[in-house]
């Protein structure tokens, strides 16, 4: 059913759709993973062309999805997304920071069927969250957390570490205990975006992230089953690369607002690459027989050390666009693998965090260099920093 | 003997927040629940596919042992269920 070409007969069908509604969000945080030109996208998708999306992306096999942005509450149509995904046959997800999350619309959320909701909790403070996402929102972030309970949706937090929260991990750990969350995300930054921009003010040294997980295994032992907790590292810190979206064009695929078809969130930054648009192709045409999707697929495009590597069908080289971010060339080895030959970006950058860290006497101290908060002024400034061309 | 969670007079239902369907592009049962989903072929998909929060393991057994004739499944079907059960995927409903 999967078509005839002798490719598509090779590859899987995706599992994982990531509908991107709208890059519009309240909140302003510096680590967002949201491309940082994300003011120069074209106009957002119609509820009628999401709906269509949708279609598309179950009858291609996708099971899971996520409903993200942006704050995917910004669109006033989300409702109808929600109800169309159920009766879709999705297992769908709402990510949100919580922000515009009323009784109201939650009602209609579990009405329609949408299936759980991942809060995201900038830190356990106020102060903390309220500075990295430039907002005032804890409390409301609370009160969310407390309707997301009362319509039985399963808690499933997720918290963003990074240098300026990860020595909070204790009151993150209560936090998330007293919320009666059964999940929780400890998800350290991965430096990508708006992220990358603030490396320096992120990235946090070794020996915090010790500390951090050892507190963490610690609770973990102490709480059981009660709450599964995950706790992702910092992949500068791993001398092997992720497995980065379990491979290009494998499982997961990602729309943006206007569009736009991608297999992870990051790839529209690489160059020399098209994507294509829902505008202009179905999605099954996209996943199995866009050069885009097929570009990475495989190891054909793999070079040294990745191709003649053991481990190459284990992480498929990593991440493409970090390896694009740091070594200037897609096809690299994700330069966080130490048999890179491009691996000391990587070190570099965590000897500087080493360094940081001693100087840093306090958690706001932020350094010389201003952290750039995710706003659409400094997405117009960052893009004409990226495409000289195009101004 | 490990512990027994699930016993023949059982009602077995799905965990909260997981949902059993047919999924067409797998040909293949499958559970979904956050972040996740488990394919469920052939016999553990026909047994998932009973547990309806009323039925027993027992009724759940005895159903089976109906569609496919001729065939002893009490002690698969149970081991399956505490599997299942192990797993997080069911439980037995308390009333």
Known sequence: MQGAGSVQSKINNPLWLLAEVTYKCPLHCVFCYNPVDYTQYGPELSTEEWLRVLREGREIGCTQLGFSGGEPLMRDDLEIMVAEARKLGYYSNLITSGVGLTEKRISAFKQGGLDHIQLSFQDSTREINDFISSTKTFELKSKVAKLIKQHEYP????????????????????????????????????????????????????????????????????????????????????????????????????????????????????????????????????????????????????????????????????????????????????????????????????????????????????????????????????????????? | MAERNIELNSVIELQRHFRFQWEPAQQAHVLLYPEGMVKLPGSAGEIMKRVDGVATAEAIVLDLEKAFPGVELRQDVMEFLEVAYARGWIRAKQD
């Open chain 1, 155 to 391: 808690m499933v937090l997720n918290v963003v570490l990074h240098r300026m929260n990860i020595d909070h991990i204790q009151q993150i750990l209560e936090m998330a205990e007293a919320m009666g969350a059964e999940y929780l995300e400890l998800a350290n930054t991965q430096y990508y975006a708006w992220a990358l921009v603030n490396r320096d003010q992120l990235l946090p040294s070794r020996e915090q992230l010790e500390r951090a997980e050892e507190i963490t295994n610690q609770f973990r032992a102490r709480i059981g089953d009660r709450m599964k907790i995950y706790f992702v590292v910092p992949d500068y810190y791993a001398t092997r690369p992720k497995a980065c979206m379990n491979g290009w064009g494998s499982v997961f695929v990602t729309i943006q607002s206007d569009g736009t078809v991608l297999p992870c969130h990051e790839a529209r930054m690489l160059p020399g690459m098209t994507f294509p648009s829902v505008r202009e192709h179905d999605l099954r045409w996209i996943w199995y027989d866009s050069p885009g999707f097929n570009h990475f697929r495989g190891d054909e495009w793999m070079k040294e050390p990745c191709r003649t590597c053991p481990e190459k069908t284990k992480d498929f080289g990593g991440c493409r666009c970090q390896a694009y971010m740091l070594t200037g060339d897609a096809a690299n080895a994700d330069p966080v693998c130490d048999l890179s030959p491009h691996h000391d970006v990587v070190t570099a950058a965590v000897a500087k965090a080493q360094q940081a860290q001693t100087k840093a006497a306090t958690a706001k101290n932020t350094a010389a260099q201003p952290i750039v908060f995710r706003d659409d002024k400094n997405s117009r400034k960052l893009s004409q920093k990226a495409q000289p061309e195009t101004t």
